[in-house]
């Protein structure tokens, strides 16, 4: 009697009932296939907790009544256009500022050697640890009518009144204060391109008879040009976000103007629909961002390393010059605020209350504690599920989670609103519970930092995924160790590194985090970024110094880490 060949593994038979056909247990491909669908559902889950936010501003348009069209009719025929004209004067400002002083130091660091350029390196994005309104504060006591700077002018000039000094309440000095807290976006990116590949090509271009500066315009710049669109897009991104500094300075943009409808006039739908506006605008200067990543293309002979920097040696006053450039930008960012802010606090230091300082530091660590640990979690199943079940679908999850930290603060906040209100008045019915229930919270709070940041963690754990090699995960399946083991056993301890530099962005941002926290924050509960803002607004800067320099110390500690691998690659 013929034997019978032992099933296969693709085919292994299950037993039956008498007198019916075998059945084919589930093959290796049909399990493959179910958990790559666990895995992408795994990842879009984040994301669409990401998208409830623009689904409420969305949401938004279709609702409202004769009230609500009432005030934006009144907005649009009085404050829109100056509104909408502050902004775009502002960005365009902001946009040449950062531009000049992002790509003139990143060229000269990396081309030219001259006095304290390895330490201007990595210095020159120390003002990502100071926040925008920080250094509105700073300036604004510093260069006011009332400061050292017009007191010292008046008494030297014997005049009552400096008519040409220039006002720094106004839009361009929110411009001079945005340009100088966010050109590091355009240094870093403008310094890579430059270290990439434009030094090969620059040396070309010197062959065929280009002066030095002829080589920058004709060859480096236009190599750079998809590096600098990203970046600019990112600091107008971050600057249309802003809500602190232009709210000092008294200069209405489209932010404070959602602010005023909801707050002011009391129309959240008006509020919302404006917002839809500014999220237009946001899209498009990240399509901008998308567009000038995906044209990012560096190439070389390949299996070679990158050629070493040759920098041109700058002697006398050339090179003087060069350390001037590069140390402007660092002393309008970050010195000159940061040594201001200083001068108040130690001046001042018996006005500080004390007694709540603790306090506040406490609601702060605990909301950015709490944001960091999530967001972390978040950021981790979504980096292994793109590993685990890599394609578009993944892929498409993976960038509508980027989208959340491009979107304002102040955006989030009224498109979390819309269903967490509408959720509160359910929950009310069901239970019969008077009042909010969950509008108010902390648990909210968090969740608009989680759509706000959780891009910044994803990051981190990103770059930590693709340092595992996949051999790994092969050998972990050969021993019977895969999913969610072999991330908890594997995986976690490889990445414990970028998880931890994950959290300490996330903590880091949370903390400095303003236009979300002043909307959503629980009532009686104040943070460092809140107190300083609204000590701020009281004209009480002496007060506000300390809480402003606690976020100004925490914010180092990432920024550290940045400048501490910067200052190995110089």
Known sequence: MPSTPPPSAATDLVPTDKGRAPIAAPTARFRHRHRAWLWRLAAWLPALIVLVPMFGIVA?????????????????????????????????????????????????????????????????????????YVTAYAYTDFLQFSGPVQSALRRLLGVDRLTAFPEIRSWYGAAWVFAGAFYPYVYLLARTAFLE??????????????????????????????AL???????????????????????????????????SMGDRVAAAQLSVCLLAAVLVLLTLEARGRARLRYYGAPGRAPATTRRTALKGSRAWLATLVCAVPLVIGFVLPALIMLRLAVAELDQVPWSRYGEWVYNTVRLAGAAALVASVFAVV????????????????????????????????????????????????????????????????????????????????????????????????????????????????LLRGSVMTAALLVFV??????????????????????????????????????????????????????????????
Not at 90 to 101: D, P, Q, Y
Not at 229 to 239: C, F, K
């Open 60 to 132: 938004a348009l279709g609702a409202g009544d004769a009230d609500t069209r009432a005030i934006l009719v009144h907005m649009l025929d009085t404050v829109l256009p100056e509104y909408a004209l502050n902004s775009l004067r502002i960005s365009l400002a902001v946009a040449v500022g950062v531009l000049v002083m992002g790509v003139a130091s990143a060229w000269l660091v990396v081309n030219y050697a001259f006095p304290g350029r390895r330490v201007l390196a990595w210095a020159l994005i120390l003002p990502l640890a100071m926040p925008a």
């Open 382 to 493: 979504l980096g292994y599920a793109q590993r685990q079940a890599p394609g578009r679908a993944t892929r498409a999850a993976v960038r509508l989670v980027g989208v959340g930290y491009a979107i304002p603060g102040a955006v989030i906040a009224l498109g979390i609103l819309t269903p967490v209100l509408r959720l509160d008045t359910w929950l009310g019915g069901l239970f019969g519970a008077d009042g909010l229930v969950l509008a108010g919270t902390a648990g909210v709070l968090i969740y608009a930092y989680l759509v706000r940041f959780l891009p910044a963690a994803l990051q981190s754990v990103e770059a930590g995924f693709a340092r595992i090699s996949p051999n790994l995960d092969a050998s972990s399946r050969s021993l019977g160790v895969g999913g969610w083991a072999m991330l908890r056993r594997v995986h976690l301890p």
């Open 509 to 570: 941002d949370v903390m400095k985090e303003l236009p979300a926290t002043l909307a959503l924050r629980p009532f009686n509960m104040d943070t460092l970024a809140v107190v300083t803002s609204h000590l701020a607004a009281d004209e009480r800067l002496a007060e506000a110094a300390v809480p402003a320099l606690t976020l100004v110390a925490v914010g180092l500690l990432p920024v550290l880490v940045l400048a501490r691998a910067i200052a190995r690659r110089t």
């Open 229 to 263: 669109v990203a970046a600019v897009a990112l600091v107008l991104m971050e600057t249309l976000a802003d809500y602190g500094a232009v709210a000092y300075f008294g200069v209405p943009t489209f932010t404070t103007g959602i602010y005023r409808a909801w707050l």
């Open 197 to 226: 590949h434009s030094q090969r090509f620059f040396e070309a271009a010197r062959t065929l008879g280009c002066s030095p500066w002829q080589a920058f315009w004709r060859v480096a710049l236009p190599l750079a040009r998809p």
